[in-house]
């Protein structure tokens, strides 16, 4: 499947499959771990229906400080060593585990959800790959560009639960291949989340944000990004009372540029001409106001956004 709209390699909060990668790392003591902070995002979006656990977060937020529950079974044990968190976190936490997406299409059947920490190497894998299409880069670069990838991605899952990083399984129906990999999303909630250095136009920092969207090459035009753009928007619609979502798209992608229009969002910023000094797509800033009722139309395939990037 196709990357919908892919943005440039700026492994962050911010998604943007438009921008070319500017990638630079460095250390943070307090995890141990060389974190990527690069300035251009992945982007993406696609179809999708499914079943939706309701997850039920607390009306007010507290600031009493806890001790991690045993229940979020998809967090490897180091995670807990690293951080107090919340009752409200912690609450947060439970409904990124409970969230459950199902759709069943016309060749197979998809569900998203969080992924977990034993899929992070096939993540990395679909991105990397993806990253290097959209980019027209040799795959000799793939083993340098998993290895960014993987140290943005780690970063971006100690963010949780205010940034996650969600994975679409699909299943041909029949059964004839066993389920694979089919997309990937990521999703920020608020600016405890959001990346330090997001792509241009900046969108607010405090919004819910969508990128780094694509999906498996060998699935795309099902409509799994169409899926992917919903089951964001209905996580978003759970995690946070923002009702403003954003996200970026390339001026060059027209596929998914209709995608987004015919999902609702609206552009309300567009880079300056002179970006291009920056060896950077000119992209848009786009919009949606959630509705409290988050239905889509059905997804016209021809526009579904998952076209390879231009």
């Known amino acids: 499947m196709a990357i919908a709209a892919p943005p440039p ?29 690069s300035r251009n995002p992945l982007l993406c979006v696609c179809k999708l229906h499914r079943y939706n656990f309701k997850c039920c977060l ?30 409200e976190e912690l609450e947060k936490f439970k409904a990124l585990e409970s969230f459950v997406y199902l759709q069943e299409l016309e060749s197979g059947s998809l569900w998203v959800r969080v992924m977990r920490i034993e899929e992070m190497d096939m993540t990395v894998g679909l991105l990397a790959l993806s990253f290097a299409e959209s980019m027209f880069m040799s795959l000799q670069y793939e083993a ?21 990083t969600l994975v679409g399984f699909y299943r041909e129906e029949g059964g004839k291949r066993a389920e694979e990999l089919a997309g990937t999303v990521e999703v920020c909630f ?10 241009t136009p900046t969108p607010p920092r405090n919004s819910p944000y969508i990128c780094n969207m694509t999906v498996t090459k060998e699935l795309r035009r099902r409509g799994i990004g169409w899926h992917l753009l919903k089951a ?23 596929a998914p540029f209709n995608m987004y229009i015919k999902a609702g969002y609206n552009v309300i910023q567009t880079d300056s001409i002179f970006i291009l000094l920056t060896l950077q797509r000119r ?22 956004g998952e076209e390879p990037p231009s």
Not at 147 to 163: C, D, N, T, W
Request: with cysteine; net charge neutral.
């Open 144 to 164: 340098l560009l998993r290895f960014f990838v993987k140290q943005y991605l780690i970063e971006r899952r100690a963010s949780m639960p205010h940034a996650v």
């Open 283 to 304: 992209k848009h800033l786009m919009c949606k106001k959630l509705p409290v009722s988050n239905s889509f139309p059905e997804p016209d395939m021809s526009e579904s």
């Open 232 to 254: 964001s928007e209905e996580l978003i619609s759970q995690m946070t009372s923002s009702k403003e979502v954003y996200l970026h798209c390339r001026m060059i992608d027209e």
């Open 9 to 37: 390699l700026n492994l962050s909060p911010y998604l943007d499959p438009q921008q070319q990668p500017r990638l630079q790392t460095e250390f943070n003591p307090i995890k141990r771990v060389p974190f990527l902070s």
């Open 190 to 199: 608020d600016k405890r989340g959001a990346n330090a250095s997001p792509p």
């Open 58 to 87: 607390p009306s007010s937020s507290s600031t009493n400080s806890v001790t991690p529950a045993q229940y979020y079974s998809f967090l490897d044990e180091s995670f807990w060593g690293s951080r107090v968190l919340t009752n």
